[in-house]
Every structure is written in structure tokens, then in C-alpha cells.
């Protein structure tokens, strides 16, 4: 052993001065695309700042676009790919809005060989290398692990006004006339988007996993009694949510729990890292969660990935930005303030939080089922014309007219066929 001891010791010093010249040869702009804005933002920007660190020539550009889930950055981003002016690097979430949208389109570049060098077939589980991956290649670097089906409250409000936590959406709609009654809101609700949102939670609680699997597997159709049931459902819980929901952001949504004016919202994790990351509230006793309603022992899941688009104006530093999404240093910098986890096996859970801990936890021990509105089950065709099929609904309130259009939708976006 101790006859190697020195070439090992040289091979770490030629290895250091490899990564030191290859970091040093990194320079010019670096534009990273995104809807981390504002509140949203110190996350991304504490990466920004470990990656700034390691490269320090490089001008990192964070450009955001404002707006939960993208729906404003990707429509720009969409104008910008078209037009032949992609950003060196852009956010996209892990499955179709990646796979059956930018990869389908040709316009991605082949990862494969940053994860054999990068070890990430060791630390990354199989599953998430699945939903990044085609036949022919890997196609972004995956950043996080969030959670969308949770229900966030206020422990010490349910206390005063004296609910709990509803366990099934028929507890739930026993306790909200309670909660009327007190003038609180039962449910607070954002924009379009957040209804999406809501609705894929309801729709697990409904179909179950295995429906919902089947859903987007084009094997359940969006007529069946069961799928109109999920409509149906929506339309009752609807009826306790706040009527300013269509002007309202998912974090005006949140503070609306917050500052009491609502005893509950159904959110994903993000809201825990903006409860605790920007409002400075303790996880577990500034602020409760459980899973949505019916969805016990499911985990539905979306990961935020970063690409290399063909044509990135800064090949070289970009590769570098895709190495430290993956690190796991960068990704343990990262998630405690986002609120997700790293799908990383070797992460460090001891720096994150009550919340952090209890996802991870939740990750490795749940039934794993893909998100509509973050990106896993839908390209982005289906997720457009979905929009508008909520926002007939939401005028309409007319179930199975809701079911025949959404059908209609996934059919033209090629879902399940
Ligand atoms: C999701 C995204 C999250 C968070 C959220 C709210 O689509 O994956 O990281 O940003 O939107 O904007």
C-alpha cells in the first residue's frame, strides 16, 4: 500500500491541475434560462454562486423569466428556440415536456458522455436516468426531486378554528362549510396553472395510481365514468376556494394560509422552501403538510433538469454549469433552500430540513407517479390546449363536456397512442 502512496499522491496533484486548467479555460457568457425569479430565485442563485466560485471567468447571465411552473418563460423560450437563439442552458423538467417536446424536435444534445464521466449512472436512481433518456441518448442533467400532491397548512390555525387535517376529499368537504362559517377560506387557489395542479392531485386521490398511469398510457379513456368523477369532484371543491383565484400567484396562494385568511393549499414542495427559505418559517411548526387528500403512500414527482441545446453559444461553460447541476455539493447547496431533495443516492441529508428529511423519506418508501402541469406525463402540445380545457371548465363547471375535450386534446398530442 504504502509503495503506491506516491503516485497517488501525484496522481491527485496532475488531476488537481487538470481541473484547475480546464476550470481557468472557462470564460465568456454563460446565459442559464429560467422561471426561478424572485422569490423563487435564491436557490438557483446560491448555485450560481458555487458555480461562479469554481469558474470564476465566466459571466454568468441569469436570465428568468417571472411566472410559477413557466408558464411565461417557456413560451419565450419556445420563440427563442424557434428562432435560432437558444440560451446556452435552459430549465426543463424531466419527461415528455423534455423528451416528447425539445428532444422530439431535434434541437438537444446528447448527454451520455458527461454521465459516464461524471459517475451519475452510480449516484442517479434508474428510474429518473429514464424519464431524461430516448433510445438514443440522455438529454438534460436533473437538479432536484420535488413533490406536487401536498397539502400545506398552519398547525396553530387549525387548532383555533378547531379542524384537522383531512385524510380523504369527503373529510375534506365535511370540515369546509365548518371553516366558511368562521369567515376562513377552506382552500386557497391561484392561477390557471395552480388549478391544473389541484385537479392532478384530486385526479390521483380518484383514479389511483394505477388509473393514473393508465391515463397516460392511452389505456383509460378520458370519458370513463371514473375520469369524469375526477371533473366532478374538482367542481365541488371549487365551491370552497377564494374567488380572486384567477389573479391570484402560487405564492399569494401560500400567503394566504400564512396569514390566515385560508386553512389549507395544495401545492408542491417549492411552497416549503418558500415558507422557509424567504418567509422564515420553521418547518413542522410555522407550517404542516401532509399528502393531498386520497394520496397516502403516493409520492407524484417532477424533477427540474438543465440542457445542453444544440447550438449553445458556450459549449464549454455550459458543460461545466451541467457538472456542478449534478454534483452532489452543487445539489446539496441547491435543494435545502428549494425545498425538493436530490435524487442524489450519496446526498447529505443532514442539511436539510424537517421538510427535506421527511421527502426523502417519503421518495424511498411511496408508490412514484409522474406529474401533468411539471412536465412528467405531457409534452407540451397536450399541456397548451389542456390549459384552455381548464379554463372552459372552470366557466362551465361542465363535467363530462370538460372529459370529452380533454380527450379530444389527448388524442391531437399523440398521448397514449
Ligand atoms: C415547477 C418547478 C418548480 C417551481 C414551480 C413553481 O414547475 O418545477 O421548481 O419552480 O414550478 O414555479
Redesign the pocket.
Given at each position: 500500500m504504502r509503495r503506491h502512496g506516491w503516485r497517488l499522491g501525484l496522481l491527485v496533484l496532475v488531476m488537481s491541475f487538470v481541473f484547475a486548467a480546464s476550470a481557468a479555460a472557462q470564460s465568456g457568457q454563460l446565459e442559464i434560462f429560467s422561471?426561478?425569479a424572485g422569490d423563487?430565485g435564491p436557490a438557483l442563485e446560491a448555485l450560481i454562486e458555487r458555480y461562479e466560485s469554481l469558474y470564476p471567468d465566466v459571466d454568468v447571465i441569469n436570465a428568468t423569466v417571472t411566472g410559477?411552473?413557466?408558464v411565461n418563460a417557456k413560451a419565450v423560450l419556445k420563440t427563442r428556440m424557434l428562432g435560432g437563439d437558444p440560451p446556452a442552458t435552459f430549465q426543463v423538467?424531466a419527461g415528455q415536456e423534455l423528451i416528447g417536446t425539445w428532444v422530439l424536435a431535434e434541437r438537444m444534445e446528447d448527454l451520455t458522455f458527461l454521465y459516464e464521466q461524471e459517475g451519475w449512472f452510480d449516484v442517479l436512481p434508474e428510474e429518473l436516468i429514464k424519464l431524461l433518456s430516448t433510445e438514443d441518448g440522455i438529454w438534460s442533467v436533473p437538479v432536484?426531486i420535488?413533490r406536487s400532491n401536498v397539502m400545506y397548512y398552519i398547525p396553530e390555525n387549525l387548532e383555533k378554528w378547531g379542524v384537522d387535517v383531512p385524510k380523504t376529499w369527503d373529510e375534506f368537504l365535511t370540515i369546509a362549510p365548518k371553516l366558511q362559517a368562521q369567515g376562513i377560506v377552506p382552500l386557497s387557489l391561484g392561477e390557471n396553472w395552480t388549478v391544473i395542479h389541484l385537479w392532478e392531485s384530486v385526479a390521483l386521490a380518484v383514479l389511483g395510481p394505477d388509473g393514473w398511469e393508465s391515463l397516460w398510457a392511452g389505456e383509460l379513456s378520458w370519458t370513463s365514468p371514473e375520469v369524469v368523477e375526477t371533473w366532478e369532484l374538482l367542481g365541488r371543491i371549487l365551491e370552497y376556494t377564494n374567488s380572486d383565484a384567477p389573479s391570484l400567484t402560487?405564492q399569494q396562494a401560500t400567503d394566504m394560509i400564512v396569514d390566515g385568511e385560508a386553512a389549507f393549499n395544495i401545492m408542491?414542495d417549492?411552497a416549503s422552501g418558500y415558507m422557509s427559505t424567504t418567509l422564515g418559517l420553521e418547518a413542522g411548526t410555522g407550517f404542516g403538510w401532509a399528502p393531498s387528500p386520497g394520496t397516502e403512500g403516493i409520492f407524484m414527482m417532477?424533477a427540474?433538469s438543465f440542457g445542453l441545446p444544440k447550438g449553445s453559444p458556450n459549449r464549454e461553460a455550459t458543460l461545466a454549469w451541467l457538472r456542478t447541476v449534478g454534483s452532489r455539493e452543487g445539489q446539496d447547496i441547491f435543494n435545502p433552500l428549494?425545498g425538493?431533495i436530490s435524487p442524489r443516492l450519496d446526498s447529505d441529508l443532514s442539511l436539510y430540513d424537517t421538510y427535506g428529511r421527511s421527502a426523502a423519506r417519503d421518495w424511498q418508501n411511496s408508490r412514484i407517479v409522474g406529474s401533468l402541469?411539471?412536465?412528467v406525463v405531457a409534452n407540451e402540445r397536450f399541456m397548451n390546449d389542456f390549459a384552455t380545457v381548464m379554463e372552459i371548465f372552470l366557466s362551465s363547471r361542465n363535467a363530462v363536456a370538460a372529459s370529452n375535450a380533454a380527450q379530444a386534446v389527448a388524442a391531437q398530442a399523440g398521448i397514449g397512442f
Open positions: 422561471w426561478w423563487e410559477g411552473s413557466g423538467h432536484n420535488h402560487w408542491g417549492w417532477l427540474d428549494k425538493s402541469q411539471h412536465g
